[in-house]
């Protein structure tokens, strides 16, 4: 269960759109930050496969400029063992 | 097994990791946007709960017992977060104890009733609350137009809000006119008031907890103050800490924490109460040690019948009759109960009953009498009310800073709201239904014809039961109480709630054994999660607000009346609106107590202060009663005024000693005493969801005596079944844990639902206040 | 927590010397003017000096220093088990309680090692040698593989404002205030509130190597 969090920063002016964009994206938890342009990113995805959809779903962002890892937690074991 | 909580374990560990991890994740790249970005900040932390972001705190009372604590409640997105003392409260200046410190979790406990449920073909089903509270309307008016308007009832609690009570008061008294309203306070203080009303002819303590910083000794009868008033009894420590000469004496039946921290433990014989109370008078008197002036001028001598039974059969009534009687007829009255005689049946030795004696009447030391359900839960309880206050009357000890006869209360707001509103068959927010004044006063005030009030009380509690068993009660609904727990004689008050043609309403926070034998439940706002008010032990009433939403639907007790009983067609009586309707009945129901024997601050005050005492005349608390330097309804020009009765006077009343209802004999040769533990409040169903307090004390037991349980052939933790005429229970046994119970003794706290111990107690009660005696039953015991 | 009890101890030693140095500044100084409101309890300062002179610097700051978690728990082999005696003691097993007692029952400071003494939770139980190991010799007779479970945390309290539950079992030790108050205490479990004396009031326990039970309502 990939845990991982980034620093996002939004195109010029693109705060608030990209606040809303990954609102709306699934398995995404948005920090704004008050006073500068920038959004703290933490996703928790179940498995492999839906990570991989939200990589793609994110790099298609269009009011994202850039995404910056900052933390990385992956859980390997198999559910219920 | 091992294995099993093993499994409990890991996955419980797995999924804090999970949120210990994304916490983290979060924290990182926070963390690396602050190296990035100096000066960025994070307020907006709206999923992660473990922020240190902004906390308001906001005043409120315990939600628990009747000390009446102050706290401040830390509330942080909507949730509470944490609990303080409230520095500005009087009672406890800052202090708590366990559960007042960890009172909010027990708001968020999983299974948290959010959803109205109605019984469809035998099933819960859940629905919106409009169409439970339709039901609930309908099926009042339903019963009450087919079988009468005495065949619905309320059995509300010490634990409802004064709004709360006043609405359920004005809608059934006022509006239905039927006397069906009762509460569990009946079980856990009513001997208090009878003992008052008889001795005083008012309700409630003369003294404050003020006293307890000037007495020099404490006497604790049957009660356990460092377990069940503990921020009281470490006030006491304090004071024996702090000043010389200051004692604490421990009169009980069983030892506890409060004997361990005692000067001085004195054992008695249960229901022995009665005749070492009279021995002290006794005592007193032969040494000379009465205060002639103070009863010259203040007190009236009395006696009222005997041999008054038990009230264990069904439509059980008594009518007490007070005779005047002079000093010589007492004193040939206490003959029968000379130290030595009394040593006899109630095992103290008659030495310690003259020390008891000196100590009341050494004019030179203070004494404060506390007391709680070891006097109050007994077939006699008024009577002892009445022995305690001989006791502080011939020696003149009442009424003045550290000489208090103090009744504590069981309850948060036993006093606020069922003595004060007087949610009990017989009473209304002023006086009694009996009163022809009384009830125009109520009529005027409520806004319904005179007629409407019944001038005849109906049943109280056990008796109200009875008569739902009967089928006499169709309709019954029980808010903030979990009666199905704490009936003594459980077994027929639970078959007769779920007889056919019974129809139930429960308002309560978390699943009961009493919302499981309910047709209709409705998820009630728990403490703060509603404004309202309490009213603790030393007459102080503490107002709270809306501090958190209630989860769901859930809905306040009041407003959920306030709903009823507009579909009944009392829009006119209950026409408030939700933004402001508790000021608004806060300020109707204070019409009722004006005058300087009882006013009440208005709502703007209650609202600023952490507390106000009644009497509140022009601005000032009355903080001692009866003595005209602090109250201001003494009128009399003497030194006191007990203007409570006619006479001005404090009643003696000479009450006899009388065996309990069932004691123990050749086949059930052990006593039952039950009780709490300071960890759990009442039935549990709070405080078992607060974790740290389950932790502590996760399941109940039985304590013996170490003797008695070598006798029986079980060590700590062994299965003992515990049989009485009414039923049985099988439990663990605790052998020399906090509390040791005398030989030939068992005691059990109450607070498990998985051992009902009341279905073995029985439902005996004081004839006069009709309150059950849990402490004393005959049980037998076997080794399980 | 250690930290900030040494620091307010190193703060109150240099406000208490800064004090004494502006004492003595004053009398020297100002001699004629205040000895007439003095009077005449001026002229006992010297037992001030000779006391400062023979009291060891230790008692003065009244805090052992040393006596921390870290040495609490060298002393034992596991959270929960009797401590070795750490200092010399007569090696017979004379049972004589009195000894052991004379100092432990009560506490205080002994001269001898320079240290605040610990006091006992149970002194009712006086057959010290019973549980209590002495030291003779600090070198092993075969190289072990004894691992124990770390000791309780500090301070889990259950909600940010409450205070901390008791994480270890009661039994033997049923008295706080032996432990816990004091210079003899542990310095990072040392409170300075037991005065409000019925500390169960508060504190729940909440065994930390017990796991924790959740509540569940049985159908």
Same mark, same amino acid.
């Given at each position: ?81 | ?75 942080? +997105? ?100 039927? +006397? ?605 | ?219």
């Amino acid at each position: 269960m990939p845990i991982f969090s980034y620093l996002a920063i939004p195109r010029n002016d693109a705060k608030e759109t990209l606040c809303a964009d990954l609102a709306t994206t699934p398995h995404c938890e948005v920090i704004p930050a008050d006073n500068q342009d920038v959004i703290v990113l933490v996703t928790d995805t179940p498995d492999e496969a839906t990570e991989e959809v939200l990589q793609q779903t994110l790099k298609n962002l269009q009011s994202l400029q850039s995404l910056s890892l900052a933390f990385g937690y992956d859980d390997n074991e198999k559910k219920g063992s | 097994m091992t294995t099993k909580r093993k499994g409990v374990n890991e996955v419980t560990m797995k999924l804090n990791r999970r949120r210990f991890m994304k916490y983290a994740a979060a924290s990182s790249a926070v963390a690396s946007a602050g190296s990035l970005f100096p000066g960025i900040s994070f307020g907006d932390w709206k999923n992660i709960s473990n922020n240190s972001g902004v906390v308001s705190w906001q005043k409120a009372p315990c939600r628990f017992c009747g000390t009446g604590c102050g706290v401040l409640i830390g509330v942080s +997105n909507n949730r509470a977060i944490a609990v303080k003392g409230d520095p500005n409260c009087s009672v406890n200046k800052g202090l708590c104890c366990m559960k007042g410190y960890h009172s909010v979790q027990a708001l968020y406990g999983k299974d948290r009733l959010t959803k109205a449920q109605v019984r469809k073909n035998g099933a819960m089903v859940e629905v919106p609350i409009q169409e439970a509270l339709d039901l609930v309307a309908s099926k009042l008016k339903e019963t009450r137009d087919k079988h009468g308007k005495d065949s619905v009832a309320m059995y509300g609690s010490g634990q409802w809000t004064i709004p709360d009570g006043y609405v359920a008061s004005k809608l059934f008294k006022g509006c239905l006119g039927t +006397n069906n309203v009762e509460a569990n306070a009946r079980l856990c203080m009513a001997s208090a008031v009878t003992g008052f009303m008889t001795s005083f002819g008012l309700d409630e303590p003369m003294g404050c907890y003020e006293d307890m910083d000037h007495a020099n000794v404490f006497v604790t009868w049957g009660n356990n103050m460092a377990e069940m008033h503990p921020v009281l009894f470490s006030r006491m420590l304090a004071n024996r800490k702090r000043r010389t000469n200051v004692k604490i004496i421990d009169f009980a039946t069983r030892l506890t924490r409060t004997s361990q921290a005692a000067d001085k433990s004195i054992i008695f014989k249960p229901q022995t109460d009665l005749a070492v109370a009279n021995a002290i008078c006794y005592e007193i008197i032969k040494n000379g040690w009465v205060n002639w002036d103070f009863v010259n001028q203040h007190v009236s001598f009395h006696k009222g019948k005997t041999n008054i039974g038990y009230g264990t059969e069904d439509h059980f009534a008594f009518t007490d009759k007070a005779e005047s009687i002079n000093l010589e007829e007492f004193k040939l009255f206490l003959e029968d109960y000379t130290p030595e005689k009394v040593e006899k049946i109630s095992g103290v030795p008659a030495k310690d009953i003259k020390y008891l004696a000196y100590i009341y009447g050494d004019p030179t030391l203070k004494v404060t009498s506390f007391w709680c359900m070891g006097m109050n839960q007994h077939t006699r309880g008024t009577w002892i009310n009445n022995l305690v206050y001989n006791i502080h009357l011939l020696v003149g000890k009442i009424s003045t800073p550290g000489n208090s006869p103090f009744s504590l209360t069981g309850q948060p707001s036993a006093c606020g709201t069922v003595r004060e509103v007087g949610t009990l068959t017989h009473k209304l927010p002023h006086g009694v239904v009996m009163n022809e004044k009384h009830r125009q006063m109520a009529a005027e005030i409520w806004d319904v014809p005179v007629s409407n009030i019944d001038p005849k009380p109906t049943y109280h509690t056990v008796e109200m039961f009875r008569a739902l068993d009967r089928g006499d009660i169709k309709f019954m609904w029980i808010q903030v109480t979990n009666p199905m727990v704490t009936m003594p004689n459980l077994n027929r008050y639970r078959d007769g709630a779920l007889k056919d043609d019974r129809f139930v309403v429960v308002s309560d926070v978390y699943p009961t054994p009493t919302t499981d034998v309910a047709d209709v439940i409705l998820p009630a706002a728990m403490w703060v999660e509603q404004e309202g008010m309490f009213g603790n032990s030393e007459r102080r009433t503490q107002h709270f607000g809306q501090i958190v939403d209630p989860p769901g639907e859930a809905m306040s007790d009041t407003w959920q009346i306030i709903e009823v009983a507009r579909r009944l067609g009392f829009e006119k009586q209950f026409s408030w609106s939700q933004e402001d309707y508790i000021e608004k009945i806060w300020e109707e129901y204070r019409r009722f107590h004006a005058g300087p024997k009882h006013e009440m601050a208005s709502y703007e005050i209650l609202n600023e202060r952490s507390g106000v005492q009644w009497p509140f005349v022009d601005g000032k608390e009355t903080r001692w009663r009866f003595n005209p330097k602090y109250d201001p309804a003494c009128t009399n020009g003497k030194d006191f005024d007990f203007y409570g009765k006619k006479d001005n006077r404090a009643w003696i009343w000479a009450r006899p000693y009388e065996p309990a209802a069932e004691s123990p004999d050749s086949e059930y040769n052990f006593w039952l005493n039950t009780g709490r533990v300071i960890e759990h409040w009442h039935t549990g169903s709070m405080t078992r969801r607060v974790p740290v307090l389950h932790n502590a004390v996760p399941s109940a037991y039985v304590e013996l005596h170490p003797e008695d349980a070598a006798e029986l052939g079980v060590v700590n933790g062994e299965k003992v079944k515990i049989i009485s005429r009414r039923g049985e229970v099988v439990m663990p046994a605790q052998i020399n844990g906090r509390g040791v119970p005398s030989r030939g003794m068992v005691f059990v706290p109450f607070f498990d639902e998985s051992y009902l111990i009341n279905e073995v107690t029985l439902d005996a009660f004081c004839p006069i206040s009709k309150q059950p005696d849990y402490k004393k039953c005959a049980v037998r015991l076997e080794k399980a | 927590m250690m930290e900030h009890t040494e620091r307010a101890i190193r703060r109150t030693v240099t406000i208490a010397t800064c004090c004494f140095f502006g004492f003595l500044w004053l009398i020297g100084a100002a001699a004629s003017s205040v000895s007439a409101e003095l009077g005449d309890f001026d002229y006992q300062g010297d037992t001030l000096y000779r006391s400062y002179e023979t009291t060891p610097e230790m008692y003065m700051a009244a805090d052992s220093g040393d006596r921390n978690l870290a040495n609490f728990y060298s002393l034992r082999q596991y959270p929960g088990s009797p401590p070795r005696i750490p200092h010399a003691v007569d090696l017979t097993f004379s049972g004589n309680e009195t000894d052991c007692l004379s100092c432990h029952a009560k506490g205080g400071y002994a001269q001898e090692f320079g240290k605040f003494i610990p006091v006992t939770p149970h002194p009712e139980k006086t057959l010290c040698y019973q549980c209590h190991v002495q030291v003779q010799t600090d070198e092993l007779f075969v190289e072990t593989d004894w691992k124990s479970i770390p000791p309780p945390r500090l301070g889990r309290s259950f909600l940010a404002s409450s205070p901390p539950p008791i994480p270890h079992p009661l039994q033997m030790r049923e008295n706080c205030i032996s432990c816990h108050t004091g210079p003899g205490a542990v310095v990072e479990i040392r409170v300075e509130h037991s005065a409000r004396g019925n500390c169960r009031q508060c504190h729940v326990p909440t065994v930390q190597t017990e796991p924790l039970l959740e509540f569940v309502r049985k159908q």
